[in-house]
């Protein structure tokens, strides 16, 4: 057995294998014809059509959406809501925490019932209310500062304008 670095099994380079020389031993050279006269005006006439475009043929956001009927810049301003998170004052961070306190107090009654086999549907369903008050708490804070804080800024306009 031969290993790949013993090169005394491999033919010379010169030879090439019986089967694409037709016998000869060695390939015959590759004959190309001459150059057609058209060939190299394709690629060069072509200029900007024949470059790839790494886009496609996407369209800018602005245009696509004037085109669907939808202003852009209604649509930066819902993004932009989205996107901002209202901060709590330190009264609701107060009792946003004092809430999940009560639900954390209730929660580990609830674990203690269940691991000590006690029945558990007083706790599950007042942990259900606390968790839902805390949902709409938060919520309902996050609006009106949401709110305010729009106020503010149409405030702001109309002092600049």
Known sequence: MSSWADASDDPPLEQAPAEYTGGGGVRPRLQLKPRSATAGKSTASGGGHSKSNPFGAAKPREEVLASKGIDAS?????????????????????????????????????????????????????????????????KGFHDLNLKERNERDAERRETRG
């Open 74 to 138: 209604l649509v930066d301003k819902r993004v932009e809501q989205k996107a901002s998170v209202a901060r709590l004052t330190a009264d609701q961070d107060r009792e946003v925490e004092d809430l999940r306190k009560e639900l954390t107090e209730i929660e580990e009654k609830l674990r203690e019932a269940n691991e000590m086999e006690l029945p558990e549907e007083d706790f599950r369903v007042a942990a259900e209310e606390k968790r839902e008050e805390l949902n709409g708490l938060v």
